[in-house]
């Protein structure tokens, strides 16, 4: 039973354009999401998160929009640039703090 | 600072045998967590260990254990195993045992059994 769900294995992108990435979830006691980005060969890096407590959370070209009632979030990148090709996973966390990922969305920004 | 470091890098195993591998946390973190990746699962986690305890499980057999050290460093273990347990593992370290403690996470070992 996937808690966290990536519908959307693949993304290509010009590049300039806005990255849209999506995210859902089914558990309503999560409380804490976040993002990640994994290139080949190395460790995923964190890249933003959000509190339930809030619906927006931005930090330069990324911005994270949360939907708690369609338990629904999102990661938008303007303007979207060949080095953000890379593997990009949500995560979500309840109180007990264990984070649930899920199964990576490819993005491809082309030049 | 030096980032997380897991040894090995890469493992072949055979089916029946055990395997260890090791975690290296980030200078002053006391937590580190245990993932296993394959191919359209995601991240699945394994445990979390803070200051020598595992304080969260998820949902593998008990072949998967692991431990943790008193300088932080961690290992996990597969004992018997499968040709499933083929996966990338990953292992991430942070401050403290709290969702908004940024995760940083190793390379990976990436291990395969035939």
């Known amino acids: 039973d996937q808690q966290v769900k990536q519908n959307s294995p693949s993304l290509s992108v010009q590049e300039g354009r806005i990255s849209i990435l999506n995210c859902d979830y089914t558990?309503?006691?999560?409380?804490?999401f976040l993002w990640y980005k994994k290139y080949p060969a190395e460790g995923p890096t964190f890249l933003i998160s959000i509190s339930s407590i809030k619906d927006k959370n931005e930090d330069g070209r990324f911005t994270v929009f949360l939907n708690k009632s369609a338990k629904h979030l999102s990661l938008h990148i303007v303007p979207s640039q060949p080095g953000d090709s890379a593997v990009y996973f949500c995560?979500?966390?309840?109180?007990?703090?264990?984070?649930?990922f899920g199964s990576g969305t490819r993005l491809l920004v082309r030049p | 600072k030096a980032g997380v470091t897991q040894t090995p890098r890469y493992l072949i195993k055979t089916r029946g045998q055990q395997v260890t591998l090791s975690c290296s946390p980030i200078?002053?973190?006391?937590?580190v967590s245990w993932y296993q990746q394959t191919p359209g699962q995601g991240l699945q986690f394994l445990f979390e260990y803070f200051s020598e305890t595992q304080r969260n499980k998820g949902n593998f057999p008990g072949r998967f254990s692991g431990r943790q050290f008193s300088n932080s460093r961690s290992e996990m273990n597969v004992s018997t195993l499968e040709l499933g347990d083929s996966a990338l593992y990953l292992c991430a370290s942070s401050l403290a045992f709290r969702a908004e403690e940024t995760q940083y996470f190793g390379p990976g070992t990436r291990l395969l059994v035939l």
């Open positions: 200078s002053g973190h006391r937590s």
């Open positions: 995560a979500a966390s309840d109180s007990s703090y264990k984070l649930i």
């Open positions: 558990n309503s006691m999560f409380d804490y």
